[in-house]
Every structure is written in structure tokens, then in C-alpha cells.
């Protein structure tokens, strides 16, 4: 029903940047919240940070002067500018949303992207 593909990712050096982006495609009726959560191997899937349709941002205080969310409501799309990456945030990076689709409009449900490969790494 809805789909979230992501793009960006890679390998980069300690102090680099990368861009993430996301894009939501199907039976979207509206869309609440979009973000992006996070999972280094042998951890929880943790909060990145996360953005409404008003542009409220919510940021984990490890990324927080780092890292800028931004969104384009009328895209359905989400990206993720990352600057000044540590090793730390190595990580595989997931898109999600929480949408509202047309053939089941009275509850939000959460959708997420496959992930992609986020390597800090000198």
C-alpha cells in the first residue's frame, strides 16, 4: 500500500558529510510524522530525529548540531543532511512515516524504508 524507498548512504570519512532522502509513494491519504531511525549491529533501532507536517522537528542529542531534517509535504519526502560524521554514527539508516492511506483513513500506521548503510570510517 505505501512504499518508502531511500537514497544516499555510504562510506565517508570521520568530519564528512552525507545526504539522506526518502521518498513515500501509494494509497497515502496524509502523512503525520517522517524520520529516520537508526541500528548499529549489536544495538536497539534508535530515534534520529523526526519532523511532522508542521515542521516540528524532534533530534536525538547525539545528532543535534549535526544533522538537519527537512521535508517536502507536497513530495511526500523526507532528507537527512549529515555533517561533521563521527564513527559512532555508523549505522544502518531507516526511513519511516506515519501515514493515514485511503482505504483505512481512521488510523495512522507505521511505514518504513529497507535501509541503507551509513559507514563513518577513517
Known amino acids: 500500500q505505501v512504499q518508502l524507498v531511500e537514497s544516499g548512504g555510504g562510506s565517508v570519512q570521520p568530519g564528512g558529510s552525507l545526504r539522506l532522502s526518502c521518498a513515500a509513494s501509494g494509497n497515502i491519504l496524509s502523512i503525520n510524522r517522517m524520520g529516520w531511525y537508526r541500528q548499529a549491529p549489536g544495538n536497539q533501532r534508535e530515534l534520529v530525529v523526526d519532523i511532522t507536517s508542521g515542521h516540528t522537528t524532534n533530534y536525538a542529542d547525539s545528532v543535534k548540531g549535526r544533522f538537519t531534517i527537512s521535508r517536502d509535504n507536497s513530495k511526500n519526502t523526507v532528507a537527512l543532511q549529515m555533517n561533521r560524521l563521527k564513527p559512532e554514527d555508523t549505522a544502518v539508516y531507516y526511513c519511516?512515516?506515519?501515514?493515514?492511506?485511503?482505504?483505512?483513513?481512521?488510523?495512522?500506521?507505521?511505514?518504513w524504508g529497507e535501509g541503507t548503510q551509513v559507514t563513518v570510517s577513517s
Open positions: 519511516y512515516a506515519q501515514v493515514k492511506t485511503f482505504s483505512a483513513s481512521y488510523a495512522w500506521m507505521q511505514y
